[in-house]
Nanobody
C-alpha cells in the first residue's frame, strides 16, 4: 500500500491550503489516519489524527486553524489548513495506522508559508 500526499505549496501568511492523502488501494481495518510534520532542524510532530470512530485530536499549535477529515470510501484523509503562519512551514506526512502492523507513511508534501 502506498500513500500519495498532495496539496502542499507556497502560501502567504494568513492563507489556506488543503492537503490530501490517498491510499493506493483499499486498506481494511484502519485504526486511524493522520498528519505529522517536520520543520527544518526539528523533530517530526503530530499535527492531527482522526480515528475510525470519527473522533480527532490536534496539536495545540493548530487547534482552531486546522481541520482533519476522512473519506472512508476513498481511503483518503484531508487536512484543511487555515490562517497559516510561517511556523507552519514544514514537510507534512500522512500516516495510516492499522492493527498489528507498522503504520503506513506517505512521502511528504512541503508546505511553505512566506510573504
Amino acid at each position: 500500500v502506498q500513500l500519495q500526499a498532495s496539496g502542499g505549496g507556497l502560501v502567504q501568511p494568513g492563507g489556506s491550503l488543503r492537503l490530501s492523502c490517498a491510499a493506493s488501494k483499499s486498506i481494511s481495518s484502519i485504526n486511524s489516519m493522520g498528519w505529522y510534520r517536520q520543520a527544518p532542524g526539528k523533530q517530526r510532530e503530530l499535527v492531527a489524527i482522526i480515528r475510525v470512530s470519527g473522533s480527532s485530536n490536534y496539536a495545540d499549535s493548530v487547534k482552531g486553524r486546522f481541520t482533519i477529515s476522512r473519506d472512508n470510501a476513498k481511503n483518503t484523509v484531508y487536512l484543511q489548513m487555515n490562517s497559516l503562519q510561517p511556523e507552519d512551514t514544514a514537510v507534512y506526512y500522512c500516516i495510516v495506522n492499522v492493527p498489528f502492523l507498522p503504520p503506513y507513511w506517505g512521502q511528504g508534501t512541503l508546505v511553505t508559508v512566506s510573504s
